[in-house]
């Protein structure tokens, strides 16, 4: 996940129809959300079934497509409680793609930045 050509993620809270192209969930990031979908972010999108997850990434000559189908019953522990467009970090992405919730309230939280008096 370190490989990610993305400053930013993004999880699009609710549920998605998997069926929509890059254009159209390209449209959906820029007019409902109101965030630029040709920045250097990596959207992040979940099917109603949970067991689905598209991913999509400007790298400034094109769009990187990545989807991802869980076998064997799996789910995505996805949030649904409101139609958002959450930033979450790269640890939180770890989680998602793991089975787990990416709010890990015993995770040990890393400073913002460490000052020395």
């Known amino acids: 996940m370190n490989e990610i050509p993305a400053e930013k ?3 699009i809270t609710g549920s998605t129809d998997m ?3 890059i254009c159209s969930l390209s449209v959906l990031i820029q007019q409902t959300y109101k965030e630029d979908p040709f920045s ?3 959207y ?3 099917g109603r079934g949970n067991d689905k997850l598209k991913a999509i990434i400007w790298e400034g000559d094109g769009w990187l497509l990545l989807y991802k189908r869980l076998e064997n019953k799996g789910r995505f522990n996805w949030p649904r409680s409101a139609s958002e467009a959450r930033q979450i970090t790269r640890q939180q992405l770890r989680w998602l793609l793991e089975g787990l919730n990416i709010d890990q309230p015993k995770a040990i939280q890393k400073a913002a930045s460490l000052q020395i008096i």
Do not use: A, T, V
């Open 40 to 42: 250097k972010s990596m």
């Open 9 to 11: 993620i993004f999880l």
């Open 44 to 46: 992040l999108f979940c």
């Open 19 to 21: 069926r929509r192209s």
